[in-house]
């Protein structure tokens, strides 16, 4: 059996930044499972894994366009610190979560502290990021019915919703 539409798989990875920082790996939680060919994880590295087997290792380096994409300076914004609330005490690198007009919650990162107010960035962490991916393939298997009518990978102890 190989990676192809609508078999679940299951990699081991490691994603690591151009620096070779590691940004994310799936060392600890076991291997991360996905439905291929549904868009459930990012398209170059869909595309890295197809035709591979069970214990193939891969590689894939996804440009920020095909990742989380460029860094949007309209995202970068300032407001003052009395809007974070009185029990906010904002840090560089700490990230909070703001309410858009339309009511979405969006994680924000404190990217500056000044006087009165605070630099925020709505940019996802990984956006502007070239994201370098090394694994292995961990197992393939077929889809199930649910999970072929649901989209998504449903995981060894079932699910709920
Ligand atoms: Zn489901």
Redesign the pocket.
Known sequence: MQVEKDRVVAIEYILKDDEGKVLDQSGGRGPLEYLHGHGNIIDGLESALAGKVVGDAFEATIEPKDGYGELDETRVFEVPKSELGPQVKPQKGMVLTMTAPSGTRIPVTVVKVKLDSVVLDGNHQLAGKRLHFSGTIAGIRKATK??LS?R?A?GAHG?S?
């Open positions: 649910d999970e649901h998504h449903h699910h919703h």
